[in-house]
């Protein structure tokens, strides 16, 4: 799969495994919706503004996210799997745990 990126540089091709290292060395290997620390492998490419919303192709608009934050985010923006995290992260504040 080729994959047109636009960056500060002329507009060039870049192969999709090529655009993840790249992306990724941009966000220092963390998923850009919870900031954890993931292998290359675990990351998948997710359009910022979903093409489905009139997103395109291009540099700005990619990131990498978790395999769990890009299932969660889906077609919607950001802004919803923003909101997600934080109403799981209030739960778990709230959550009893019994046992050991």
Not at 21 to 38: I, L, M, P, T, W
């Amino acid at each position: 799969m080729r994959v047109h990126v636009k960056t500060n540089r002329p507009q060039h091709a870049l192969h999709a495994r090529q655009l993840v290292r790249f992306v990724r060395s941009q966000q220092g290997g963390k998923c850009n919706a919870y900031g954890e620390d993931f292998k290359i492998w675990n990351l998948e490419i997710n359009h910022i503004i979903p093409k489905a919303k009139g997103g395109g192709d291009y540099y700005e608009n990619y990131q990498l996210l978790c395999g769990s934050c890009n299932r969660v985010k889906g077609d919607r923006p950001m802004e919803y799997l923003r909101m997600k995290i934080e109403a799981r992260e209030r739960m778990m504040k709230t959550k009893i745990f019994f046992g050991e």
